[in-house]
């Protein structure tokens, strides 16, 4: 006989929480013939949104066009947790040990394009739940409170994190409360696109690009429903294959996986202390995000990150029972007072991971075309700021923004197969043995000597 929690995922459905709505707007038509305009944008995730977005806020009347191959927010947009972070480099520890001179620059960089996507959400009306209440990282074993530096500032015992969220795993905490919003992704897209057309940018979905090269003028894009020529051309693709080789390297495909709650009662909220404005994560290499929903479920994921031989992207790989099993038993050990709740949603997404756990960034068909990838799951408020470093960069411009290495530096590739696949699944093993004893093997010592790794 199954126990609870694993039980509780009999009732749920296969469907992201954010997609699974009414509300979800029509897709737009096509194409249909052959096009010019001064910017091509590929790809409708948050990326793409914020380019088009802030290329016509930035030189109103600018001719812009966004493709999209699938739906507006269908992929990592849609599928993620909805945690809107300040943070461009992927946490304080990976942009010290990369960047430790630039590193106080691009935290402030951070804030105020955090800042600014709240200053947007209301100048626009967008209605998606954007609530600024901070993060919350909590050590569940001995070894991780360190981490947490007891002797600084804002420490919480296990008595005070308890007092935020009440989970007897939790053995201390600390609260960043003004680095982190959480918001509904897919309305937040929405809203974006919404944004965007009345500014006069136009969205075509359901149209693939099939080719891209450089003329003379500016850049030809052929797509299933149309040829764009374009001056400039942005791509945004995330982790899907895009049509410059120099990336394909760049990034791996890691399937990320989630679960939602039915919505809480009174009482079981009420047990839990928990201010849904704040979003919480657990300290450990393999870290579960939580958070509650704007209808009061608990969004309860991560942990168990998926890459699959070969670079593989495919539907298959979605629908995983053992790992939506490992995530229900966590989330029953976190929160036993919640015992008998069911699961209503389960599913999955394909995040871009680079080797600097951080959006990485280009030019090609010289400087015509730019390019943002490898945001390794905290894009959702990164995106913003890559937006506006390709604007940048298409522009010529010498920015802030554009003289950082981060910028200017190329991400280490990954290797081919088998190597990829035997150096990631190695470590993966590795990370799951600090997670356990609070020691990091020779493997995981090499990589960060080399400044590559692995993480969800």
Same mark, same amino acid.
């Given at each position: 006989m199954t126990s609870w929690p694993v039980s509780a995922l009999a009732g749920s459905r296969w469907a992201p929480l954010w997609l699974d709505s009414p509300d979800r707007p029509d897709a737009r038509p096509g194409v249909g013939g052959d096009v010019e305009v001064d910017l091509l944008v590929v790809g409708a995730g948050f990326t793409g949104l914020w380019t088009a977005l802030r290329a016509v806020e930035r030189v109103p009347g600018r001719t812009v066009l966004v493709v999209e191959a699938d739906r507006i927010a269908e992929h990592a947009t849609g599928r993620n947790g909805g945690f809107c972070e300040a943070s461009i480099t992927h946490g304080e520890a990976n942009g010290r040990s990369r960047w430790p001179d630039e590193y106080d620059a691009m935290h402030a960089m951070g804030l105020t394009n955090l800042d600014e996507i709240g200053a947007t959400v209301e100048r626009y009306g967008i209605d998606c739940g954007f609530e600024r209440g901070g993060a919350l990282a909590v050590a569940t074993r001995p070894h991780e409170v360190a981490d947490l530096e007891p002797d600084e500032p804002g420490f919480l015992d296990a008595a005070a994190v308890r007092q935020l969220v009440d989970s007897p795993t939790y053995l201390a905490g600390r609260l960043e409360a003004d680095e982190c919003a959480v918001v509904d992704p897919a309305r937040l897209a929405w809203g974006l696109a919404r944004a965007a057309e009345e500014q006069g940018v136009r969205i075509a979905e359901h149209t693939r690009l099939t080719s891209l090269r450089r003329t003379p003028r500016g850049v030809e894009a052929r797509t299933t429903t149309g040829t764009v020529r374009a001056r400039h051309v942005a791509l945004a693709t995330n982790v899907f294959p895009g049509p410059l080789r120099r990336t394909r390297?760049?990034?791996?495909?890691?399937?990320?996986?989630?679960?939602?709650?039915?919505?809480?009662?009174?009482?079981?909220?009420?047990?839990?202390?928990?201010?849904?404005?704040?979003?919480?994560?657990?300290?450990?290499?393999?870290?579960?995000?939580?958070?509650?929903t704007p209808d009061r479920r608990i969004l309860w994921g991560g942990y168990d990150a998926v890459y699959h031989y070969g670079r593989s992207i495919d539907s298959a790989h979605d629908d995983r029972r053992e790992t939506f099993e490992v995530l229900a038993r966590n989330f029953g050990e976190t929160f036993p007072q919640l015992e008998g709740i069911g699961?209503?949603?389960?599913? $999955?997404?394909?995040?871009? @991971?680079?080797? +600097?756990?951080?959006?990485?960034?280009?030019?090609?068909?010289? !400087?015509?075309t730019v390019y943002a990838a490898g945001f390794t799951g905290l894009g959702v408020g990164a995106?913003?700021?890559?937006?506006?470093?390709?604007?940048?960069?298409?522009?010529?411009?010498?920015?802030?923004?554009?003289?950082?290495?981060?910028?200017?530096?190329?991400?280490?590739?990954?290797?081919p197969e088998p190597f990829a696949w035997i150096g990631i699944q190695?470590?993966?093993?590795?990370? $799951?043995?600090?997670?356990? @004893?609070?020691? +990091?093997?020779?493997?995981?010592?090499?990589?960060?000597?080399? !400044?590559?790794?692995f993480d969800s």
């Amino acid at each position: 006989m199954t126990s609870w929690p694993v039980s509780a995922l009999a009732g749920s459905r296969w469907a992201p929480l954010w997609l699974d709505s009414p509300d979800r707007p029509d897709a737009r038509p096509g194409v249909g013939g052959d096009v010019e305009v001064d910017l091509l944008v590929v790809g409708a995730g948050f990326t793409g949104l914020w380019t088009a977005l802030r290329a016509v806020e930035r030189v109103p009347g600018r001719t812009v066009l966004v493709v999209e191959a699938d739906r507006i927010a269908e992929h990592a947009t849609g599928r993620n947790g909805g945690f809107c972070e300040a943070s461009i480099t992927h946490g304080e520890a990976n942009g010290r040990s990369r960047w430790p001179d630039e590193y106080d620059a691009m935290h402030a960089m951070g804030l105020t394009n955090l800042d600014e996507i709240g200053a947007t959400v209301e100048r626009y009306g967008i209605d998606c739940g954007f609530e600024r209440g901070g993060a919350l990282a909590v050590a569940t074993r001995p070894h991780e409170v360190a981490d947490l530096e007891p002797d600084e500032p804002g420490f919480l015992d296990a008595a005070a994190v308890r007092q935020l969220v009440d989970s007897p795993t939790y053995l201390a905490g600390r609260l960043e409360a003004d680095e982190c919003a959480v918001v509904d992704p897919a309305r937040l897209a929405w809203g974006l696109a919404r944004a965007a057309e009345e500014q006069g940018v136009r969205i075509a979905e359901h149209t693939r690009l099939t080719s891209l090269r450089r003329t003379p003028r500016g850049v030809e894009a052929r797509t299933t429903t149309g040829t764009v020529r374009a001056r400039h051309v942005a791509l945004a693709t995330n982790v899907f294959p895009g049509p410059l080789r120099r990336t394909r390297w760049s990034v791996v495909p890691v399937y990320d996986y989630v679960l939602a709650t039915e919505p809480l009662t009174d009482d079981q909220l009420a047990s839990l202390r928990w201010d849904p404005a704040m979003g919480v994560a657990d300290s450990g290499n393999q870290f579960h995000y939580y958070r509650i929903t704007p209808d009061r479920r608990i969004l309860w994921g991560g942990y168990d990150a998926v890459y699959h031989y070969g670079r593989s992207i495919d539907s298959a790989h979605d629908d995983r029972r053992e790992t939506f099993e490992v995530l229900a038993r966590n989330f029953g050990e976190t929160f036993p007072q919640l015992e008998g709740i069911g699961f209503s949603h389960r599913w $999955a997404g394909v995040i871009d @991971t680079s080797t +600097r756990f951080c959006a990485f960034y280009g030019r090609a068909h010289g !400087g015509r075309t730019v390019y943002a990838a490898g945001f390794t799951g905290l894009g959702v408020g990164a995106s913003r700021f890559a937006a506006d470093v390709m604007l940048d960069l298409l522009a010529g411009e010498e920015t802030e923004r554009t003289r950082l290495r981060m910028v200017r530096e190329r991400a280490v590739p990954f290797p081919p197969e088998p190597f990829a696949w035997i150096g990631i699944q190695l470590t993966r093993w590795s990370l $799951a043995r600090a997670d356990r @004893t609070g020691r +990091r093997n020779a493997w995981l010592r090499t990589l960060d000597r080399l !400044g590559l790794g692995f993480d969800s």
